[in-house]
């Protein structure tokens, strides 16, 4: 049985390894089947995909979209796109243009709770420069000594509610599910369990998803604990819809999975690779 790991992150979005390095190490650590999802951006695959070639493992060209729904930020993950598709560049690019602009207000908002200069400080590390994220702002916030960890940030300044948070309207969740399937790939709700959904907001979330044609949602994931693993299964199932697995690798040391660290699919479900 292949070893696959279809969601993670390069220095083309939020995480700390370059494309290709990201590939070595999968390979290393024994991925057979490796898609890079970074926020946003396809423009990591084409270095993905040549050092995948050398390292002799199967590479899959993905994305992570960000996506407004109802009041929460939902993440959905594409899966063998074509990164050249015109409408999925275009779709990607009108996400990616509001950043900016909410990187500054979030700036404004931690200088406003005694925070100065976050704005600039987050800048340094940014990797590339069409996508600044909270993440940029969670390591510098810990570099300057405002928290002991990335996860203490979020909690403390960066999560909804929290004195940096700044609301941001993404994509729908029926455009980005188009833009996918107009380059050709499947769409793939990211870490169902980590939305902060109300009551029956999860089964609407997956209904809404299944009914504008979505394809698969994440069952194994580092932001689901085992139990999640055997509901999600089950939501699967009865939504009907295909199963995937990624570790959301963003570094080392920074991350709850390393690339590859995935238990096995839970019986029952069909997996989003079974027409691969
Ligand atoms: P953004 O797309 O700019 O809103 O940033 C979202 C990114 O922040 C996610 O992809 C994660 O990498 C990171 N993130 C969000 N919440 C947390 C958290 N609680 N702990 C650590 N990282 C988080
Ligand atoms: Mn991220
Ligand atoms: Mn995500
Ligand atoms: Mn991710």
Request: net charge negative; aromatic share 8%.
């Amino acid at each position: 049985m292949p070893r696959y790991d279809l969601h993670c992150h390069s220095t083309r979005s939020d995480g700390l390894l370059a494309p290709a390095a990201v590939v070595a190490r999968a390979a290393a650590r024994g991925v057979n089947v490796l898609a890079l999802t970074d926020h946003d951006e396809v423009s990591g695959l084409a270095e993905a995909q040549e050092a995948a070639a050398r390292a002799g493992i199967e590479f899959v060209c993905g994305s992570e979209l960000s996506v407004s729904w109802e009041d929460l930020t939902i993440h959905v993950v594409a899966l063998n796109i074509d990164p050249e598709n015109a409408t999925l560049a275009a779709g990607l690019d009108a996400i990616r243009s509001g950043r900016s602009t909410r990187a500054r207000r979030i700036g404004d908002a931690l200088a406003a709770a005694g925070i100065a200069g976050a704005y600039e400080g987050a800048k340094q590390y940014v990797t590339n420069e069409r996508l600044i994220s909270r993440t940029h702002f969670a390591r510098y916030l810990v570099a300057a000594g405002h928290a002991g960890e990335v996860k203490d940030v979020f909690k403390r300044y960066l999560a909804p509610g929290k004195p940096g948070y700044v609301a941001h309207d993404w994509a729908t969740l029926p455009q980005a599910i188009d833009w996918i399937h107009a380059a050709g790939g499947q769409a793939v709700v990211a870490h169902p369990g980590r939305y902060k959904v109300s009551a029956g907001g999860l089964p609407r979330l997956l209904g809404e998803f299944r009914d504008a044609g979505g394809d698969a949602i994440e069952v194994l994931s580092s932001s689901h604990t085992p139990a999640q693993y055997t509901e999600f299964a089950t939501h699967a199932r009865v939504f009907g819809l295909l199963a995937s697995c990624g570790s959301d690798f963003h570094g080392p040391g920074e991350s709850w999975l390393d690339l590859g660290d995935l238990p096995a699919m839970p019986a029952g479900v069909v997996p989003v690779w079974k027409d691969w």
